[in-house]
């Protein structure tokens, strides 16, 4: 399992948010750039880059700061994602540099947009399925829909994703521990590797999801900023997991 360090972008500056709330929002760095290549220098294999202003907005706002940061840890590769909706915002970030797209809502709510998105970009496409409860959380998560995890899991394989990014939004920012049960349900429900996301805090919540079949990696925020996690400790106790 691969350890993944997120780096989260509102206004040009690196945060991280609780629950996905803009009201509980921590302000890190107002150097997103040098954050990103600090855990690269730190041993990152890989980041997690998501541009928030594009998420609630619904549209990508930070694709000249994601393309910068792209370049300045190449060749570790970039996966980014926040207000992907539609085919030209895809064609924009791989524009980027960025080696996987994260699409989230439109993916949950547009089924032909989903299979689309598959047809042009599959072995690139990871799909979003933040969940609150069983039931996937869209538009920023300000909104609950009806399809189920499961649901949304399924269509992202028929479709040809590489990836599920899993995500208890319940959990996100709050370091009390990833929800695995979940996780390790939806990796046997759905058949298609999973990336685990929320709510991790220490070292031994990374070692059980290590030991979960089919998570292919795990997205680690707050806890690497805080350093209640260090990336060189988690990436040594992964591999002798």
Known sequence: MIVIPAVDLREGRCVRL???RLDAETV???????????????????????????????????????????????PVPVEAGGGLRDLAALETIVEAGVEWMVVGTRAAVDAAFLAEAGRRFGGRLIVAADARGDRVAIRGWTETGELTVVELGRRARDAGAVALLY???????????????????????????????????????????????????????????????????????????
């Open 167 to 241: 995500t208890d939004v319940s959990r996100d920012g709050t370091e009390l521990g990833p929800n695995v049960e979940a996780t390790a349900a939806l990796a046997m429900a759905v058949g298609l590797p999973v990336l685990a996301s929320g709510g991790v805090g220490t070292v031994g919540d990374l070692v059980r999801l290590a030991g979960v079949p089919g998570v292919l990696g795990t997205i680690v925020g707050r806890a690497l900023y805080t350093g209640a996690i260090s990336l060189p400790d988690a990436l040594a106790a992964v591999k002798t997991a």
């Open 18 to 20: 609780r629950e996905g």
């Open 28 to 74: 890190f760095s107002d150097d997103p750039v040098a954050m990103a290549e600090r855990w690269v220098a730190a041993g990152a294999e890989r980041l997690h880059v998501v541009d928030l202003d594009g998420a609630f907005a619904g549209a990508p706002r930070q694709t000249s700061l994601i393309a910068t940061i792209v370049e300045a840890v190449r």
